[in-house]
């Protein structure tokens, strides 16, 4: 029995291919049968060739074979463009060998050298492992090298055997290391052409430009004229013959060549239409700058799902909707496609705002800070082009060090955290991202479902990518200004120099609650500060030399506190008295910036804090000095660039593999767990009992307390006398036992083990709790020695797994000491995941306790990151308390849920 249309529709997605246009690949169906044979009737008589061997033809009743399959043993994928399939994958499984499969792959030969083979081949290996297919097999002709370079560039390293006139190749259908690098390699070739077509147009149209410069439209054509835009600028208006002084064009269609970006201006409800032409044309990117689609509720969202569907038919790629447009600053690809009035100067950092709203606020604020812009997008609602495409962009544009990002959701965080960790490393990256309050939090029924919801999860995502984090758009341009003008600190040291000693005072404060060490400067640097400096003077850092310091006096002690070991940046402050005149100081910080870096070969960062407002210092900007008003912006902003700093400087560390694991052991629970569809429903999600935590952990290794579950008191007497040891009784059932009172500790005796069963269960039973004592009570060992840990994970829609590691016990949600991190750890992850805690000391030995087992800790985070990479049902997680001894672990209770539809991410 074949597997039906809706079984299958969880393999259908869209891909974009290398030129940056997009394919929807999906499951054939018998209804395709049509479309088959006009594929087939377009193909070459050397494709056929090349394809079976040998010239052949093909009826419209022989095409139905290919299109009527069982979708188990014969399975097919088609990428479709309109109505039009343009290839097609198939694979069949061999009858003598179950779990090895013949795949096939042919592309119409106008589409081919696209990239559409390799996607349509791997798109074959999700539907082949879960139909228990291990193993592709074909043979090729020799000369077809387009097809051994398909299974080449899909990284699946197929092994090849040269017998006479024909190839043999093989594979495996589990992705390794070669298929996730070269994906990743195909994806950001197809992001940066997709873009070129967005900032570096050769032409562009702007659909419903207006005569009426004040409107959306006219402002945009408006813009695009004045711009500097090399290129031909076409105004579609049906209703115009000129629009400002330019021929107007009926439709897209009527001009005189193909744009290679449009600019959408027209009402929601026309923008589909308009789009389709356009794709049809040839065009290969839209703005659109229309509102009226998700935002807007209702009939808003029908509308942006036709818009996304033509968006896909055609290939064509779109920006928005609801959305204020794109800018390019460089002076050969200049552009601006936004309906801003005011513009920012060219820079080198890139802005991408998911609010249309707020990017003409951060377009101002740009201008306003001097901050230059390379490129700008406002990505509205990401029907299509999103955040993580124009990382990709901004990567490999010579034009742009750095990247600022304006976030309210994501859409696929575990590729932005794959992406922003491979940039962070040439190119920071500065976000604000909205939503941090409890407010968005869901609700959890586990310790770590809680303490890793929300926004912890996305600060863990921006740890572990070197993301710097801000809380305001005005601290991202102080950051933005430290970055883009000085180089990264090489430690945490700050040396503060200032003519008032409040301010230093104050920046003192600032440094040491962002991360930073006030330096505790060296005897010589002390005697060399006094020589030059009034007696009245402080001469320990902070630096004070009091309000009658000269502009002279500042470059002097800079040299000097730059020659300091321990002073890894230097903090101007300047409170302008009436004598002085700010711009002479400006000047003597600046000729000190140069002579201090001049032959260094680590240069030191200078920042300058001059608290005047509307004081203009080109001095300082010559010099490349960031300027703030106040010391605690300048805090604020280098401690969030000196941890970016140790973050860059530090290795990326590896994902720890565990070899031991039973993971076939792991898999049957769940499947008890979760038993297939019957007549009478099917369970989406369930707990798992005791004894099923217990063989699921030891699956992969992770120790337990012993212990069994009783029903009555005479067997709890049993277990206990059994054990051998004292004992604690608690409900089996999955809850908080301690807050329903489900607990009884230090039992030493058979009898003592059967009087607290039967106390407990009548104790549950008045307290309505019934089903906690119908579930038994598990009598385990006492684990009394150890420090008391909490390790966790649970299951996040779109991060994946989440991980938590802190100090556990029945106050861990009080207390709140955990690290959070998102999946897969590796070995750098868990020791900063554990290092960080407030009470790390415990682990390590304080106030003259024993250190404990710190390894067998690590080593835990390590299986449990495994248990979630290879058991992807796992929901919630709870171990806690995990008590941590001088030699190993225990985990004293577990708490998991399994759900069904929990699969590895595509």
């Not at 758009?473 to 430290?482: C, D, R, T, W």
Request: hydrophobic share 45%; net charge negative.
């Amino acid at each position: 029995m074949g597997a039906s249309r809706t079984e299958l529709e969880v393999y259908a997605h869209d891909v974009v291919l290398r030129d940056g246009r997009t394919l929807h690949i999906r499951p054939i169906r018998p209804d395709d049968a049509d479309a088959m044979y006009a594929m087939w009737q377009r193909l070459s008589t050397e494709t056929i060739r090349l394809r079976f061997f040998a010239p052949r033809s093909m009826s419209r009743q022989g095409i139905e074979h290919f299109v009527n399959l069982d979708m188990r043993d014969r399975f097919a994928m088609v990428g479709v463009r309109g109505e039009a399939i343009v290839g097609v994958s198939r694979f069949e499984r061999l009858a003598e060998e179950p779990d090895v499969a013949e795949f096939a792959v042919l592309v119409e030969d106008a589409e081919q050298g696209r990239g559409i083979g390799t996607a349509l081949l791997r798109a074959l290996l999700e539907p082949a492992q879960d139909r228990g297919i291990e193993r592709f097999v074909a043979e090729v002709l020799p000369e077809n090298r387009k097809m051994l370079g398909v299974m080449t560039d899909a990284g699946l390293a197929p092994k090849v055997d040269h017998r006479g006139q024909v190839v043999e190749t093989a594979f495996t259908t589990t992705p390794g290391d070669e298929f996730f690098a070269s994906a990743d390699e195909q994806d950001r070739i197809a992001a940066v052409n997709a873009l070129q077509a967005v900032f570096e147009p050769r032409a562009v149209a702007v659909i419903g430009a207006s005569r009426d410069p004040g409107t959306i439209g006219g402002l945009v054509f408006r813009n695009l004229l004045s711009s500097g835009f090399t290129g031909p600028v076409y105004p579609v208006n049906a209703k115009a013959d000129h629009v400002q002084s330019v021929v107007a064009y009926p439709s897209v269609r009527a001009c005189p060549s193909v744009p290679d970006l449009v600019v959408v201006c027209v009402p929601a409800p026309c923008v589909s239409e308009v789009v389709e032409e356009a794709a049809a044309l040839g065009v290969r990117a839209a703005v659109i700058i229309s509102a009226g689609f998700n935002e807007a509720g209702g009939e808003g969202e029908a509308r942006e799902r036709e818009l996304r569907s033509v968006a896909r038919q055609h290939g064509i790629r779109l920006v928005g909707p609801n959305c204020m447009g794109v800018l390019n600053t460089q002076p050969e690809r200049s552009l601006n496609a936004t309906f801003a009035e005011q513009l920012p100067p060219a820079g080198r950092v890139a802005f991408s705002s998911q609010s249309g709203a707020l990017g003409l606020a951060v377009l101002d604020a740009a201008q306003r800070l001097g901050v230059g812009l390379s490129s700008f997008a406002s990505i509205g609602n990401k029907a299509d082009i999103s955040g993580n495409d124009l990382l990709q962009y901004w990567e490999a544009d010579d034009d742009t060090d750095l990247v600022l990002m304006y976030l309210e959701s994501f859409g696929n965080p575990r590729k932005f955290g794959r992406i922003t960790r491979r940039m962070g490393r040439r190119k920071p990256i500065v976000a604000v991202k909205s939503g941090r309050t409890s407010a968005g939090e869901r609700a959890a029924s586990s310790h770590t479902g809680a303490l890793a919801a929300g926004d912890a999860t996305v600060e863990a995502l921006f740890r572990q990518a070197g993301v710097i984090r801000c809380d305001t758009l005005e601290e991202m341009f102080h950051v933005a200004q430290l970055l883009g003008n000085q180089p990264l600190p090489a430690g945490r040291g700050v040396g503060i120099l200032t003519n008032g000693g409040g301010p230093g005072i104050l920046a003192a404060d600032a440094c040491e609650s962002n991360g930073l060490t006030v330096a505790e400067l060296a005897d010589d640097t002390v005697a060399r500060l006094g020589e030059v400096l009034p007696a009245e003077a402080g001469i320990r850092n902070p630096v004070d030399m009091v309000a009658s310091a000269t502009p002279a006096s500042y470059q002097a002690c800079m040299r000097i506190l730059a020659d300091d070991p321990q002073v890894h940046v230097l903090l101007v402050i300047f409170v302008p008295p009436v004598i002085v005149d700010p711009s002479e100081v400006a000047r003597e910080v600046a000729a000190a910036n140069t002579a201090i870096n001049a032959d260094r070969a680590e240069p030191l960062p200078v920042l300058g804090v001059f608290m005047s407002e509307g004081t203009q210092l080109p001095e300082l900007s010559a010099s490349h000095i960031p300027a703030f008003t106040f010391p605690e912006d300048a805090a604020r902003a280098l401690g969030r660039v000196t941890r970016y700093a140790e973050w860059r400087r530090a290795p990326l560390g590896n994902v720890v593999a565990v070899g031991d694991a039973d993971v076939d052991s792991a898999r049957a629970v769940v499947a008890e767990a979760l038993p297939p569809a019957t007549d009478t429903g099917t369970v989406e999600r369930a707990w798992l009992d005791v004894g099923q935590c217990q063989r699921l952990l030891c699956a992969f290794g992770i120790a337990t307390a012993r212990g069994r579950v009783a029903s009555d008191p005479e067997q709890a007497a049993a277990i206990q006398r059994e054990l051998a040891v004292p004992v604690a009784v608690k409900s089996a059932a999955p809850v908080h036992k301690t807050e329903l009172g489900g607990v009884r500790l230090d039992l030493a005796t058979p009898e003592e083990a059967a009087a607290a069963v039967a106390e407990l269960d009548d104790h549950l039973r008045a307290s309505g709790h019934p089903e906690a004592a119908d579930a038994g009570f598990l009598i385990q060992e006492m684990v009394g020695e150890g420090v008391e840990m909490v390790v966790g994970a649970s299951y996040d829609h779109l991060f994946g797994h989440v991980l938590l590691a802190g100090m556990g016990g029945i106050l861990v949600e009080l207390l709140g000491d955990v690290s959070v991190r998102v999946h897969p750890l590796t070995d750098v992850d868990v020791e900063e995941m554990l290092s960080g805690l407030r009470g790390f000391p415990l682990l390590t030995g304080y106030r003259g306790s024993e250190p404990v087992d710190v390894p067998a800790l690590r080593a835990l985070l390590f299986r449990v990151s495994a248990l979630g990479e290879e058991i992807p049902e796992i929901d919630e997680l709870d171990l806690n308390p995990v008590f941590v001894r001088q030699h190993g672990i225990a985990a004293v209770d577990a708490r998991i849920r399994v759900a069904r539809h929990r699969r590895a991410p595509r």
